[in-house]
């Protein structure tokens, strides 16, 4: 998997007009995590900061963030919210408009080198036993 860092347009499934600019970074160890400035929800809904599907446009890819929750917000002084996602999963080429779309019924992936690596042998090495 290839880092990503790049930035975009992001909003909620409910409220698809009101998009928010951010910037989106993947490393495989870090996971995926979302610098928005604004925020997708009112300050009143204090704890009503996850979301099942963000959906976003990087560029001229769609992205759908599945099972996203705010770890930071903050207001500054000059009025402008800045907050932070994180989220489970990513889907890029896609924008995710109902979450019963997200159920899949199959999935298919590929492996690399899968072949060889079963092939390999699976017997633990062969101590001799220096008693005689």
């Known amino acids: ?63 759908s963030l599945v099972d996203a929750y705010e770890t930071q917000h903050s207001i500054h002084f000059d ?3 800045y907050s932070k996602l994180t989220s489970r999963y990513a889907f890029l080429n896609v924008n995710f408009l109902n979450p019963k779309r997200i159920d899949f019924k199959k999935v298919h992936s590929t492996f690399k080198y899968f072949v060889e690596w079963t ?7 062969i101590i001799k036993s220096l008693r005689k």
């Open 1 to 63: 998997m290839k880092p990503l860092d790049s930035k975009g347009f992001f909003f909620k499934l409910e409220e698809p007009e009101k998009k928010i600019p951010g910037f989106i970074t993947f490393t495989p160890k870090k996971g995926i995590s979302v610098d928005l400035i604004g925020c997708l929800s009112k300050e009143s809904d204090l704890f009503s900061r996850t979301y099942n599907i963000v959906n976003g446009k990087i560029g001229n890819t769609l992205i």
């Open 79 to 81: 009025d402008v919210d």
């Open 119 to 125: 092939n390999r042998s699976c017997n633990p090495p």
